[in-house]
């Protein structure tokens, strides 16, 4: 990771893949019925877990660090499925 570089983090609903979109869209408490999710409605930190981090100065991030997050999880729709996914971008609006 670039130091010092804040990452886009957030919670897909399925795993990761070849392709971004294999990931499917973010995980939503509430789903928007229209995807993919541009709302801002739906997509918010409110409804989506978001996890935004700097590396710090040697390009290390994490460090064993924990977040609280706001949005309810479904777990039956989570467990064995969604993983973070790291983006150069902020997670704090939906995609242009």
Partial sequence: M???HTYGVHVHQKPCGANL?????????????????????????GNEIWLDFTADRRGRGGGGRRARVGVPARWGRLRGAARPARHERLARGPPP
């Fill in 21 to 45: 979109a294999d990931a499917g869209g973010p995980y939503q408490h509430r789903k928007d019925p229209v995807q993919p999710s541009t709302d801002p409605e739906h997509a918010n930190p």
């Fill in 2 to 4: 670039k130091p010092e």
